[in-house]
């Protein structure tokens, strides 16, 4: 039986995830209302968990020290209430050695940006990671429903960047590193682990 | 396709063409004289759901003196830069038992079926075999184990860079642990950066087991300089016989150096096209300046100097993203630190996650902790252009907040900006 998320702990597991983004990104993270989920980080500012912070030129919502552990407690009770505790570890372990793998494809890449046979390279085996996350991700759905999408993201992420390689691992659109990524926090927010 | 004339399971000793690119590599290795685990090949045309090929299969295994083995496709295309896809990520290790071998070959021999192999194939234009040669090898039960690059993945010279840790070969290959990283440069100078080693995996009683490393083994390095002095030169000797730089996959059992692999490097650094000059790198360690971790007495005292006049070394760690830059050190240990940075900052921290993202992006450099070149920071980093030394740890402890501190990402170095700095700060 899939578990229905509440609303307050998306919003504080969308500060997470986001890492540092304004109300709109914040909502859009998991389809909320963004009147709602301004609200809700108000509420959360006030309490010490969220706080917009500026720094540079740039402002957005991040999480407190403060924040980060009433996201873990909240993400823990949600975790033994959908009975997934063991689902989410499996595919934490099965997680890792991929992780290691697409780490070291998207550097190979980095290091030798004309190499068109390293994107190549890079490009089938994240294929291949596409197909393996979906599997991953229905793991984790069946009794969480929150960890839906990473698969849609990541595979649109290696489907441009057969032709645009910033799709690989740019920070400025939703790469198959700033997915891949995105899905390592949350397992380990998710589990309560440290990087 | 076929595979020239021999089929069935052959010696890993008198392999060929016909038992696919990694076994023909091992036997040529062998041949030569280097220590290569026994095993055979099983070949692309034999299914060992036929009965005979089974039997054979179970003689070969009872010839091996060791119970455990780890099995691999052995992948047919010959050329290492357009070397097929297919089965290149299939290996098994500790597989004990006739019944499970057989099941692991039949898995290794299958995965060119795959889907991304044959999208793979139609687009380099190579031919996909539906069956790939599989390699069975006594598995080394080793104490240490890692890789081997015969050209520098970062700075592209021809230094031998060598990954290991603890026990078998997954915990560096897949990136699980952070591992020691050890250079030895063509005039015989060894570099050392120790690697937290936090977990490993051994065979015990037959069954592969994950377990934490001991803090004393975590602070020494998990190879004695003879020993790494030897796998350099075994490489480059390996490189001399293929003709080509290699990746070797390596393990150590005692006084024992096996040769578990050796793949063609197809893409090295950004520098490797134009002529090497070896970096003059003084012996350093990251464990020169924390207390955990001390400096092994078998290596070099350092040897100063080569770094720009008036730097001070505060600190060294894993080179993860080219480029030099200078900066104040803005320390920031949690989120809550994050209003105080400033462009142009130099960011020290322990590690970064999501959120530090956008951080990276307005920083000159940075520095981390922990992690390795694979780790987010340096990914970003690299992605942003700005130099990175990550896995310095105890950076947090000795650079100075808010002195100018220059990051020398090639070398793996911050160093306290003197006089220069002003220069560079404020033009």
């Known amino acids: 039986m899939t578990y229905r998320s509440s609303f307050d702990l998306l919003t504080l597991h969308a500060v997470r995830l986001t890492g540092f983004a304004d109300t709109a990104a914040v909502a859009r993270r998991f389809g909320l209302d963004p009147g709602a989920v301004l609200t809700s980080l108000e509420a959360g500012s006030r309490a010490g968990w969220v706080t917009t912070s500026t720094f540079a030129e740039l402002t957005g919502w991040s999480l407190t020290e403060a924040g980060r552990r009433e996201n873990e407690r909240r993400l823990e009770e949600e975790l033994d209430r959908a009975d997934a505790r063991g689902a989410v570890t499996a595919v934490h372990e099965d997680f890792l050695p991929l992780n290691g793998r697409v780490a070291s494809t998207l550097t190979a890449v980095q290091l030798a940006p004309g190499d068109t046979q390293a994107r190549e390279d890079a490009w089938q085996y994240l294929t291949a990671v596409a197909a393996e996350l979906r599997d991953l991700e229905s793991r984790l759905t069946a009794p969480l429903g929150r960890f839906a999408g990473y698969h849609a993201r990541f595979a649109t992420a290696v489907f441009r960047a057969d032709e645009d390689s910033a799709w690989l691992s740019s920070i400025s659109v939703d790469s198959c590193h700033r997915v891949w990524f995105e899905l390592h926090e949350d397992l380990i927010a998710t589990l309560g682990l440290t990087r | ?427």
């Open chain 2, 1 to 427: 396709m076929t595979y020239g004339v021999r089929v069935g399971v052959i010696d890993l000793a008198v392999s060929d063409e016909s038992c696919g690119a990694k076994a023909r590599q091992l036997g040529v290795l062998g041949r030569a004289g280097f220590d290569v685990p026994a095993g055979f090949v099983v070949t692309a045309d034999v299914s060992v759901d036929d009965p005979a090929a089974a039997e054979q299969v179970a003689q070969a295994l009872d010839r091996l003196t060791r119970r455990a083995v780890a099995v691999r496709s052995s992948a047919g295309s010959e050329d290492g830069a357009t070397a097929s896809f297919a089965g290149q990520f299939e290996s098994v290790l500790g597989v004990v038992g006739g019944e499970a071998v057989v099941a692991a070959v039949e898995r290794c021999a299958t995965s060119g079926r795959t889907r991304r192999a044959r999208s793979y194939a139609a687009r380099v234009g190579v031919p996909t075999e539906e069956r790939v040669p599989v390699i069975v090898q006594q598995l080394v039960e080793a104490d240490a184990s890692g890789v081997a690059f015969t050209r520098d993945p970062v700075t592209g010279s021809t230094s031998v860079v060598v990954n290991a840790s603890w026990g078998l070969g997954p915990s560096v290959v897949d990136g699980i642990v952070t591992p020691d990283t050890m250079t030895v440069g063509v005039d015989g100078r060894v570099e050392c950066i120790l690697g937290s080693k936090t977990s490993r995996l051994d065979l015990v009683e037959g069954r592969l087991q994950r377990s934490d490393v001991p803090p004393g083994d975590r602070g020494r390095l998990c190879l004695s300089t003879a020993l790494l002095r030897r796998l350099a030169r075994e490489a480059r000797r390996a490189e001399r016989i293929v003709g080509w730089p290699l990746d070797v996959e390596w393990a150590v059992q005692g006084d024992q150096l096996w040769i578990l692999q050796a793949r063609p490097i197809t893409r090295t650094g950004p520098r490797a096209t134009t002529p090497i000059t070896p970096p003059v790198t003084p012996m350093t360690s990251m464990t020169a300046v924390t207390p955990v971790t001390p400096v092994t007495s078998t290596m070099r005292p350092d040897e100063g100097t080569p770094r720009a006049a008036g730097d001070t070394l505060l600190i060294s760690g894993t080179p993860s993203s080219p480029g030099r830059a200078t900066g104040p050190a803005r320390l920031v240990h949690d989120v809550d630190d994050f209003v105080h940075v400033q462009r142009g900052d130099v960011l020290v921290c322990r590690t970064t996650d999501p959120a530090w993202t956008p951080l990276l992006s307005v920083v000159a450099a940075a520095v981390t902790e922990t992690g390795g070149q694979l780790s987010h920071a340096a990914i970003v980093a690299r992605e942003l252009g700005i130099p990175a030394v990550v896995g310095a740890a105890g950076a947090l402890a000795v650079v100075p907040s808010g002195r100018p501190v220059v990051v020398d990402g090639s070398r793996g170095t911050v160093s306290h900006a003197v006089a220069r700095a002003r220069e560079i700060l404020e033009p």
